[in-house]
T-cell receptor, first 113, second 118 residues
Framework: GENVEQHPSTLSVQEGDSAVIKCTYS??????FPWYKQELGKGPQLIID?????GEKKDQRIAVTLNKTAKHFSLHITETQPEDSAVYFC????????????FGGGTRVLVKP | GAVVSQHPSWVICKSGTSVKIECRSL??????MFWYRQFPKQSLMLMAT?????????EQGVEKDKFLINHASLTLSTLTVTSAHPEDSSFYIC??????????????FGEGSRLTVL
């Protein structure tokens, strides 16, 4: 089955700096890679996703890159703000797997003002 | 955007009782819903896949008689934790897949239900 590794487990950045979270996956059939932000006591919220037919996607301060050959994808947050503090999860899936998401272990991001 | 609602958002119960958690897709139909549990400071662990009109598919190690799942309509799935014990205390989260979604993904998550068993 699919296995997703996520690093780092914790990340502390100064407000205004960039944050980068990296994930690797094992199953080359995976073709959909979402990123979720989870605030304390709440469910995960989709913040950005990327499909295997593109290498990069950007939405304002958030961007995701995908390297299919190396089987890794990354989340980039620029100009971080205190409200970006949360736990971020990457995930991977493909349709033949019934859309079952395999999650990374999560990254706790703290943006210091 | 698509909204998934869970109820209750938190529940406290006595050991040995059963607790039902509802997951509703409010503005779309969902043929498939997924149930996860999340322990403190850990990732989401898939428990089962709930399919409308058929039996749920459970992940390895998840007791189907302990965690009863019913997906009676295209907008509602329920998870019942039977004879709950303190070790069942966790954050339970559902997600729903838009019916007819052609590609992988398009999953929307509920806000979660925190279960505390005394």
């Amino acid at each position: 089955g699919e296995n997703v590794e996520q690093h780092p487990s914790t990340l502390s950045v100064q407000e205004g700096d960039s944050a980068v979270i990296k994930c690797t996956y094992s199953d080359s059939a995976s073709n959909y890679f979402p990123w979720y932000k989870q605030e304390l006591g709440k469910g995960p919220q989709l913040i950005i996703d990327i499909r295997s037919n593109v290498g990069e996607k950007k939405d304002q301060r958030i961007a995701v890159t995908l390297n299919k050959t190396a089987k890794h994808f990354s989340l980039h947050i620029t100009e971080t703000q205190p409200e970006d503090s949360a736990v971020y999860f990457c995930a991977a899936t493909f349709k033949a797997a019934g859309n079952k998401l395999t999650f990374g272990g999560g990254t706790r991001v703290l943006v210091k003002p | 955007g698509a909204v998934v609602s869970q109820h209750p958002s938190w529940v406290i119960c006595k050991s040995g009782t059963s607790v039902k958690i509802e997951c509703r897709s409010l503005d779309f139909q969902a043929t498939t819903m997924f149930w996860y549990r999340q322990f403190p400071k850990q990732s989401l662990m898939l428990m089962a896949t709930s399919n409308e009109g058929s039996k749920a598919t459970y992940e390895q190690g998840v007791e189907k008689d302990k965690f009863l799942i019913n997906h009676a309509s295209l907008t509602l799935s329920t998870l019942t934790v039977t004879s709950a014990h303190p070790e069942d205390s966790s954050f339970y989260i559902c997600s729903a897949r838009v019916a007819g979604a052609l590609q992988a993904g398009e999953l929307f998550f509920g806000e979660g239900s925190r279960l505390t068993v005394l």
